[in-house]
């Protein structure tokens, strides 16, 4: 059974994930929308309403399980739907398109740290007063950051259906790109076996070590950019 304190904990980490991945999936429709795909928006998946995106298994009940057993956890959303033969150059706008949900989320990042930070500067709110409500808001906000920059980094794994692979095919020159793209139908299954394996195979390489070490070293430097104090970074 699990206690009150880890379903409460679940519930917040879950609902940042959505409004996180709401804007995320929307970043893709906008950018798409505005190099001349109108699918999504004709569709009404560009909104930043989350009951357009929710997956119910991969937004809601596999994020909460994974949280719920205190490890990593993946999730997605409803992909937004391109069509390519809108766009007027296919490869380097699918690229763009892809690169945007990690953009907004690297931006979204910033914005929440920022805010932190005006918050900080500008009333008594008191995060390192470890007893005080003001400790927990902080310590979800900065969670709420490193939230982001981890959905950032781990779409931008170059494995498809990831963005990172639309990414890396649209950096490459048109021949290495057609070659890479045979690579597609193995994209899920090495995703799947990154993600699984480490808990069978103590030996086999965690992805979500190696991205929860890039991510937070990225929401370090965002804060020491913004201004965040160290000791406040490390509340969450």
């Known amino acids: 059974m699990f206690s009150p304190i880890q379903i409460y904990t679940a519930i917040l980490v879950v ?7 709401t804007f995320h999936e929307w970043a893709h429709a906008k950018s798409a929308d505005m190099l001349g795909d109108p699918t999504a928006r004709d569709l009404g998946r560009m909104s930043l309403n989350p009951g357009v995106h929710i ?8 994020p909460m399980i994974g949280t719920l057993v205190g490890g990593g956890f993946f999730g997605w959303a409803k992909p937004v739907p391109v069509n390519p ?9 699918l690229m763009l ?5 990690p953009i907004i989320n690297i931006v979204l990042t910033f914005i929440i740290l920022a805010g932190l930070k005006i918050v900080l500067e500008f009333t008594t709110f008191n995060p ?9 808001i902080s310590k979800q906000v900065v969670r709420m950051a490193l939230i982001s920059v981890f959905l950032a980094a781990f ?24 070659q890479f793209e045979k690579l597609m139908p193995y994209g899920m299954p090495i995703l799947m076996s990154l993600i699984f394996l480490p808990y069978f195979l103590p ?3 965690n992805v979500f070590g190696f991205l929860g070490l890039i991510s937070f070293n990225m929401l370090k430097l965002t804060g020491q950019i913004v201004g965040i104090p160290r000791a406040i970074l490390y509340n969450f």
């Open 15 to 21: 609902t940042q994930f959505i409004i996180l991945l």
């Open 55 to 62: 997956d119910l298994i991969g937004t809601i009940i596999l």
């Open 85 to 93: 033969y809108n766009l007027k150059s296919p490869r380097r706008d």
């Open 97 to 101: 398109i892809a690169a945007a949900g």
């Open 128 to 136: 390192l007063e470890a007893a005080s409500y003001h400790h927990e």
């Open 155 to 178: 779409n931008m794994l170059p494995l498809f259906p990831l963005d990172g692979f639309s990414v890396v095919r649209g950096l490459l020159p048109e021949n290495a790109a057609r």
């Open 203 to 205: 030996f086999f390489p």
